[in-house]
């Protein structure tokens, strides 16, 4: 019954696989207002944005393994999130504001108000957050 439990899954279905607790807490980034909050926090601690395209398979694929990286140590990270597709003045001025070139996804960590890293594509997924705590 094993095999075909794998194939056709089990009677209890997925309560029987155990479930990851996510670290990950986004805040969401939809206003222009946001980025003087961002600004301000950033005196205290690393506030990181993740700039996301919905409708691109390579930010889908990239968003779950960003997700994945977050451990119990990184569950106070301020972490926000940026619909490229509706919020498209917002994406602008982080480049403006931040100087750094629209690229998605992305993630762009910010301290003392300035960029401090900034990384694309599969490049999100190597980043150490434990930098940032």
């Not at 600004?39 to 691109?56: G, N, P, Y």
Request: net charge negative; charged share 25%.
């Amino acid at each position: 019954m094993g095999i075909l439990n794998n194939i056709f899954g089990s009677k209890d279905g997925e309560k029987s696989k155990e479930e990851k607790k996510s670290y990950l807490n986004w805040i969401p980034l939809t206003s222009l207002d946001q980025l003087n909050e961002i600004k301000e926090q950033s005196k205290i601690e690393a506030v990181l944005i993740f700039k996301d395209s919905t409708r691109c398979g390579i930010s889908k694929v990239v968003i779950k393994q960003f997700q994945s990286l977050f451990l119990e140590e990184h569950q106070n990270l301020k972490v926000y999130y940026l619909d490229l597709l509706n919020h498209r003045d917002i994406s602008a001025e982080i480049g403006v504001l931040f100087d750094v070139t629209h690229q998605s996804p992305q993630l762009i960590v910010v301290k003392n108000e300035v960029s401090v890293h900034h990384a694309s594509h599969s490049e999100i997924t190597e980043v150490n957050l434990s930098r940032f705590i």
